[in-house]
């Protein structure tokens, strides 16, 4: 078996997995979204936290990332690996591809993708047939950690929090306003700053409040995006992320209310992964 890499790239954190014929070797970088870095700031991504780490060089290289829907993008990363790695296979494409090989194999389903952003699709076993269009951030990230985190902030700067809850937020960040909002507005990777709030909402489960908001952000991603798709009540809905695991009582529980069956809920695609390229490679 030649030597073969598996990355699953999400806007915060790279997940790579170099499989040999004796051991599987997982190693973590940034995340690699071309949205964010440019050519240049990638290739030196992969010199300096992905190279340092791999005790062999692989034959085949499998990319999933995000922001790698547009072909523009794909050509960037595959320029990218290709120039620093030297593989004789490169493949890349986006990361809602990885979660729907994941999760549903060679099996039709609804696959969503929970993480520092969202995205979602209909996948017919083999390929996406229709996406609920991913905006980033900004414009939209549904029920992501970008987006609880927003809603946290909003509730602290708003002064929307009971007084324990503000005074938790304090004590555990120790922000003033303005550094927020120049951390938003002014400086590199808002979106990652952002879901970093979401961290709050994990850690003070049982409040009102922090109930209120994960269950809003999250029945947000489900009306705006799970509804779209006509599939969404005939397969089962699938879901890959951070923080689609981390709040996966709210998940079952959205699931029951719109009707839908729930499927595989994990926090990362990446052990599914290597079995589906071991299996179909």
Known sequence: MKNMLIADSGSTKTE???????????????????YFLNQNEIEQVLKNELLTGLHIMPDTIHFYGTGCASDENCHILKQCLSNVLRSEKIEVTHDLM???????????????ILGTGSNSCFYDGNKIVSNSPGLGYILGDEGSGAYLGKMVLQYYLYQTFEPELEEMFLEKYKLTKQEILNAVYKKQHPNRFLANFAHFLSENRGHFMIENIIEDGLNDFFFVHLCKFTQSWTYPVNFIGSIAYEFKDVILSLC????????????SPMNALVDYHLKYN
């Open 256 to 267: 029951h209310s719109y009707e839908f069956e729930p499927g595989i809920i994990e926090k």
């Open 16 to 34: 790579w997995c170099l499989i040999t014929e004796n051991k599987r070797q997982i190693v973590f970088t940034q995340g690699l979204s071309p």
């Open 98 to 112: 990885a979660a729907a090989r994941a999760t549903c194999g060679d099996k039709a389903g609804i696959v969503s």
